[in-house]
C-alpha cells in the first residue's frame, strides 16, 4: 500500500513528499498542543534528539493522556477513522 494514500489523493491535492511532516504539527499546534509535546511525538530519535531515555523521567502514560483526545480530533477532521490497537493476551493456563 506504499504511496496509496498519496496517489489517492492526487487528483484533489498536490502532496510533496512528507508533507505529512509539516501538516500534523501544525493542525496539532493550532488545536492547542504545545510545543514540546508536537517535537516528542514527531522527533528524530535516529538522529539523537528521542524526547527520552533509559535515565529519564517521561512518562508515556501523562503524554498519552496530554495529547490523545486532541490528537484524535485532529486526524478525524482530516476525514480519518481512527482504528485502537491493543497488544495480544497469552491465554491463560497455556506455557
Same mark, same amino acid.
Not at 41 to 70: D, K, L, M, V
Given at each position: &500500500?506504499? %504511496?496509496?494514500?498519496?496517489?489517492?489523493?492526487?487528483?484533489?491535492? @498536490?502532496?510533496?513528499?512528507?508533507?505529512?511532516?509539516?501538516?500534523?504539527?501544525?493542525? #496539532?499546534?493550532?488545536?492547542? @498542543? #504545545?510545543? +514540546?509535546? $508536537?517535537? +516528542?511525538?514527531?522527533?528524530?530519535?535516529? $538522529?539523537? +534528539?528521542?524526547?527520552?531515555?533509559?535515565?529519564? !523521567?517521561? !512518562?508515556?502514560?501523562?503524554?498519552?493522556?496530554? $495529547? %490523545?483526545?486532541?490528537?484524535?480530533? @485532529? $486526524?478525524?477532521?482530516?476525514?480519518?477513522?481512527? =482504528?485502537?490497537?491493543? &497488544?495480544? =493476551?497469552?491465554?491463560?493456563?497455556? @506455557?
Amino acid at each position: &500500500m506504499r %504511496g496509496g494514500f498519496r496517489k489517492y489523493i492526487s487528483t484533489s491535492i @498536490v502532496a510533496q513528499p512528507n508533507f505529512h511532516r509539516k501538516l500534523i504539527p501544525a493542525l #496539532s499546534k493550532n488545536a492547542g @498542543v #504545545s510545543q +514540546t509535546d $508536537i517535537r +516528542t511525538w514527531h522527533g528524530h530519535w535516529q $538522529i539523537g +534528539t528521542a524526547p527520552f531515555h533509559q535515565f529519564g !523521567s517521561h !512518562s508515556y502514560q501523562e503524554y498519552i493522556e496530554r $495529547i %490523545g483526545n486532541t490528537l484524535q480530533k @485532529v $486526524i478525524e477532521g482530516l476525514g480519518f477513522n481512527l =482504528v485502537t490497537l491493543a &497488544m495480544p =493476551v497469552w491465554p491463560k493456563g497455556r @506455557v
